[in-house]
């Protein structure tokens, strides 16, 4: 009984994995994904020229071609910063959702519009309210 046992361990045994060889990209360079990010904006540095089959990282774009840079966010009215762009200096009412069942709203003057803020000014008080865009999910504009 005892030896049919062991043989039905050894049965499911699982080999050991192979080793893997270190990385062979320093850290810091476009290879390593957790190096330096490309849009931090530092350059990452050269691999070791004695490194074989890695090729060394050119510092400089080729010639006839823009980096790419991030653009200016969009604010169409096709997107939400865009149409309240259009009715800044108008009364509203921003309803917003905090976790997942408690609902707040605030009345103001629209004041300015941000990527992803907007800014009232309170009717009661006269302070500026500053509003963080991703948590409003409806907007009264009064006429």
């Given at each position: 009984m005892?030896n049919?046992?062991?043989?039905?361990?050894?049965?499911?045994?699982?080999?050991?994995?192979?080793?893997?060889?270190?990385?062979?990209y320093?850290?810091?360079?476009?290879?390593?994904?957790?190096?330096?990010?490309?849009?931090?904006?530092?350059?990452?540095?050269?691999?070791?020229?004695?490194?074989?089959?890695?090729?060394?990282?050119?510092?400089?774009?080729p010639?006839?071609?823009?980096?790419?840079q991030?653009?200016?966010?969009?604010?169409?009215?096709?997107?939400?910063?865009?149409?309240?762009?259009?009715?800044?200096?108008?009364?509203?009412?921003?309803?917003?959702i905090?976790g997942?069942?408690?609902?707040?709203?605030?009345?103001?003057?629209?004041?300015?519009?941000?990527?992803?803020?907007?800014?009232?000014?309170?009717?009661?008080?006269?302070d500026?309210?500053?509003?963080?865009?991703?948590?409003?999910?409806?907007?009264?504009?009064?006429y």
């Amino acid at each position: 009984m005892r030896n049919q046992q062991n043989g039905d361990n050894n049965k499911y045994m699982i080999p050991a994995a192979p080793m893997m060889p270190p990385c062979m990209y320093p850290p810091g360079t476009v290879y390593n994904p957790i190096g330096v990010p490309p849009w931090a904006g530092v350059q990452p540095s050269l691999p070791p020229t004695g490194t074989p089959g890695v090729q060394p990282v050119p510092s400089q774009p080729p010639t006839g071609t823009m980096p790419q840079q991030p653009g200016p966010p969009v604010m169409d009215k096709e997107y939400i910063q865009g149409y309240l762009k259009t009715v800044i200096g108008r009364p509203i009412k921003a309803e917003f959702i905090l976790g997942t069942n408690m609902f707040l709203d605030r009345e103001g003057i629209l004041v300015d519009v941000g990527i992803d803020h907007i800014v009232m000014r309170e009717s009661r008080t006269d302070d500026l309210l500053i509003c963080d865009l991703y948590s409003i999910k409806f907007v009264t504009v009064f006429y």
